[in-house]
C-alpha cells in the first residue's frame, strides 16, 4: 500500500508540474545557417519548421517531443540580430549558442547538444603552422561578426576583421585579403566544401567549446529542467549518436 501510495504521489507531482504551464505556451526558438548544425534546405537565410535541417536542429526537434513542450523554430539571419532578441525576449531560444563564460550569466542553458573547436584557417597549400593564439596577431584574421570565435579574439586583444556572413570568409581568405580564417570546427570546412574548396590548412586549434541552446533568463525552470531531462535521455539511448550519423 506504502509503495502504491508513494507513486501516485510521484504521478500528482509531475502532473502538477506539466500543469503549471499555460496550455498556451509556447517557445519561440531562433537559429541560423551553421552547417551541419542547423541550416536551411535551400540554403537561403530564411527558413521554418521543417524547413530548417541539420544535427542540432533535429536534436532540439525530439527534445522539445520528449519533453511535450509547444514550440516553432525560424531560421533568420543575421545572428547578431537574433542573439540580442533572445536575450531582450522571455519565452524564446536561441541554437547553436556557444558556451563561454562571458556568456553563461546572460541565458539559461540546456546542453551540450554538440562539441566544437575553434580553428585559424589558412590557404590550401599553406606552410603556416603556429603553435599559440598569440603567434597570430601579426596576420589579418577574418571572423563572423558577433560569433563567439570573434567575441574571444576580440577579449584577448585582436582586431578581427568581421564580415557579416561567415562564408564571406573563403572568399577573403583565397584573394588573400586576410591571412587567417577563425572559424569552427567542422562548420569552417564544411561551408568551404560547399564552395567547392578543399584543403584548407588548420594552422592552429586553440580551443575546444560545446554548443548549447541557450533560453530567455525568464524561461521558466521547470522548461529548462524538462528540456535537460530529454536531452540526457537521448544521449542515453543512442539517438543522438544516430542523428550525427545522417549528417557526418
Known sequence: MKRILVAGLLLLVAASAKAALPDDYRVVMLTENFPPFNMAADGKNYAADRNVSGINADIVREMFKRADIDYSLTLRFPWERIYNQVLEKPDQGLFSTTYTPEREPLFKWVGPLA?????????????????????????????????????HLESNGFEPINSLRDQANIGKLLKGHIDLWATTDP???????????NGLVTALRFNDAQLFLALNKQTPDDVVARLQKALDEMRGDGSIDAIMRRYL
Open 187 to 197: 562548420v569552417g570546412p564544411y561551408l568551404a566544401k560547399q564552395e567547392g574548396v
Open 115 to 151: 562539441s566544437t573547436g575553434w580553428v585559424l584557417l589558412a590557404p590550401p597549400g599553406s606552410p603556416l603552422r603556429l603553435s599559440s593564439l598569440d603567434q597570430a596577431r601579426q596576420y589579418r584574421i577574418g571572423a563572423y561578426q558577433d560569433d563567439a570565435v570573434s567575441q
